[in-house]
T-cell receptor
Framework: DAKTTQPNSMESNEEEPVHLPCNHS???????IHWYRQLPSQGPEYVIH???SNVNNRMASLAIAEDRKSSTLILHRATLRDAAVYYC????????????FGKGTHLIIQP | IAGITQAPTSQILAAGRRMTLRCTQD?????MYWYRQDLGLGLRLIHY???????GKGEVPDGYSVSRANTDDFPLTLASAVPSQTSVYFC????????????FGSGTQLSVL
């Protein structure tokens, strides 16, 4: 699977939008972009995924660049409970050998 | 809805002892995974299973074994624990045809002294 690059940490204020960037310049045409988050002392939790078009769900939005070499996870109104490590992961369809997690972005939310 | 249950929640183990970490899911997922998470190294895949009766090696399989006798259970065994196996262990499962959507358990904190 292709490599992703994320900032080590980001800080935001409560009730403001948060834009978490991810670069994946070597993404292949069959790679889906997945985002997970890991709250303190918990296992990772699926957030959202997409291929080419922007995606929305109850947790977040995923904006994918037209050339697919980068994407942004958008939390529309951050709360203290959104403080977590956010992972951007590429995964092609097929195969069954799990996901490769990088170090992610540690999101800090200030009250 | 139970999802994935891991046991024990935490364990302190003497080096050289045998230990089995349990993982059970009630979602009838065919694919299951074991990861370990260490500070600064992120999550690393130990073993996986595509379906009952089959298993495969991940990135860091040495010192660990798994079995998959049925769909629900995927135990991870440390035959002779060593201090470098001190870690948080996460079990996960995946619905069929959703290759990137994993469901994780709450983890087992294992300390090998």
């Amino acid at each position: 699977d292709a490599k992703t690059t994320q900032p080590n940490s980001m800080e935001s204020n409560e009730e403001e939008p948060v834009h978490l960037p991810c670069n994946h310049s070597t993404i292949s045409g069959t790679d889906y972009i997945h985002w997970y988050r890991q709250l303190p002392s918990q296992g990772p939790e699926y957030v959202i995924h997409g291929l080419t078009s922007n995606v929305n769900n109850r947790m977040a939005s995923l904006a994918i660049a037209e050339d697919r070499k980068s994407s942004t996870l958008i939390l529309h109104r951050a709360t203290l409970r959104d403080a977590a490590v956010y992972y951007c992961i590429l995964r092609a369809e097929g195969g069954a050998d799990g996901l490769t997690f990088g170090k992610g972005t540690h999101l800090i939310i200030q009250p | 809805i139970a999802g994935i249950t891991q046991a024990p929640t935490s364990q302190i183990l003497a080096a050289g002892r045998r230990m089995t970490l349990r993982c059970t899911q009630d979602m009838r997922h065919n694919a299951m995974y074991w990861y370990r998470q260490d500070l600064g190294l992120g999550l690393r895949l130990i073993h996986y299973s595509n379906t009952a009766g089959t298993t495969g090696k991940g990135e860091v399989p040495d010192g660990y074994s798994v079995s998959r006798a049925n769909t629900d259970d995927f135990p991870l065994t440390l035959a002779s624990a060593v201090p470098s196996q001190t870690s948080v262990y996460f079990c996960a499962s995946r619905p069929d045809k959703t290759f990137g959507k994993l469901f994780f358990g709450s983890g087992t904190q294992l300390s090998v002294l």
